[in-house]
């Protein structure tokens, strides 16, 4: 069983930068997509940024350019470098893992908060 664990969220003002990470154990890491996800009040949940074993990236059509998503393997950590924030990315931010060579996500962990302050 894979847990996430996942830091770094807070207020900050418009246009500054925040960095998430999400602390993986209980499975191999380096084998899985991890990715990150967001949900705003009222909204429905909604892809940030995933990163393949492969170091093949995706990001959201709203966050390119300006968020990148790293991964260590050496120590089962995922990154997300958050710059140019804006108030409309203010959402609960999850970090989720695949199964194992699988694109799917499977695991996720408990949501860290991001407030973007105008």
């Known amino acids: 069983q894979v847990q996430l664990v996942e830091s770094g969220g807070g207020l900050v003002q418009a246009g500054g930068s925040l960095r998430l990470s999400c602390a993986a154990s209980?499975?191999?890491?380096?084998?899985?997509?991890m990715g990150w996800y967001r949900q705003a009040p009222g909204a429905q949940r909604e892809l940030v940024a995933t990163r393949t074993s492969g170091s093949i990236t995706s990001y959201g059509d709203s966050v390119k350019g300006r968020f990148t998503i790293s991964r260590d393997n050496a120590k089962n950590t995922v990154y997300l470098q958050m710059n140019g924030l804006k108030p409309e990315d203010t959402a609960v931010y999850y970090c989720?893992?695949?199964?194992?060579?699988?694109?799917?996500?499977?695991?996720w962990g408990q949501g860290t908060q991001v407030t973007v302050s105008s």
């Open positions: 209980g499975g191999e890491f380096s084998t899985r997509t």
């Open positions: 989720a893992a695949s199964g194992s060579y699988s694109p799917s996500m499977r695991y």
